[in-house]
């Protein structure tokens, strides 16, 4: 098992975190291939507005006596495979948790960001426009939090008010005021 570059005591892996001690004794995890991507992808309508494909997820253990199966919205977010650019990694996850077959040409805006000052993570961010595109039936990795997982297209409106929401998931908020700017 590979040690960080930082020489942080590795304490556990598995397929997909690994979790690290450093130095001083503080305690983190990092995503396997510890960047992430998120992507937010949009189509406009005929009188100009734009709506947005919410991803409403499971996020366990957020609150106290949270319901297991409490979703969340966010962008259509994933982690990185084996010599993975972000890019292929954005058009990879839009096909598998959307149904999306988008390309390059799909692509409005890119945004890097950190994940928080706790993790070792950079958050690539994608803005896609899938107007007049269709989709296919999502091919999810199977697990029981992408099959509990749906998709919602949203107004402007619509999302504007879940951002404003106090209790979110920081990457949808970040992504829409950023193509909104």
Do not use: H
């Given at each position: 098992?590979?040690?960080?570059?930082?020489?942080?005591?590795?304490?556990?892996?598995?397929?997909?975190?690994?979790?690290?001690?450093?130095?001083?004794?503080?305690?983190?995890?990092?995503?396997?291939?510890?960047?992430?991507?998120?992507?937010?992808?949009?189509?406009?309508?005929?009188?100009?507005?734009?709506?947005?494909?919410?991803?409403?997820?499971?996020?366990?253990?957020?609150?106290?006596?949270?319901?297991?199966?409490?979703?969340?919205?966010?962008?259509?977010?994933?982690?990185?495979?084996?010599?993975?650019?972000?890019?292929?990694?954005?058009?990879?996850?839009?096909?598998?948790?959307?149904?999306?077959?988008?390309?390059?040409?799909?692509?409005?805006?890119?945004?890097?960001?950190?994940?928080?000052?706790?993790?070792?993570?950079?958050?690539?961010?994608?803005?896609f426009d899938i107007t007049n595109m269709n989709?296919?039936?999502?091919?999810?990795?199977?697990?029981?939090?992408?099959k509990i997982s749906k998709n919602v297209w949203?107004?402007?409106?619509?999302?504007?008010?879940?951002?404003?929401?106090?209790?979110?998931?920081?990457?949808?908020?970040?992504?829409?005021?950023?193509?909104?700017?």
């Amino acid at each position: 098992m590979k040690k960080q570059a930082n020489l942080d005591k590795l304490l556990f892996s598995s397929s997909r975190i690994n979790v690290y001690e450093t130095e001083q004794g503080i305690i983190y995890a990092q995503r396997r291939n510890k960047d992430s991507i998120a992507a937010l992808c949009y189509r406009k309508n005929a009188d100009g507005s734009k709506d947005y494909l919410i991803r409403f997820q499971p996020l366990i253990q957020l609150e106290e006596n949270q319901a297991w199966n409490k979703l969340f919205p966010c962008p259509i977010t994933g982690s990185f495979e084996e010599n993975e650019t972000p890019l292929n990694v954005a058009l990879r996850e839009v096909f598998e948790e959307a149904g999306y077959k988008i390309t390059e040409k799909n692509l409005v805006n890119t945004f890097k960001f950190f994940a928080t000052t706790q993790m070792n993570e950079t958050v690539y961010g994608f803005i896609f426009d899938i107007t007049n595109m269709n989709n296919t039936e999502p091919e999810t990795d199977g697990s029981l939090m992408e099959k509990i997982s749906k998709n919602v297209w949203m107004s402007l409106q619509e999302v504007k008010k879940i951002c404003e929401n106090n209790n979110n998931l920081a990457s949808l908020p970040l992504l829409f005021y950023l193509d909104n700017k």
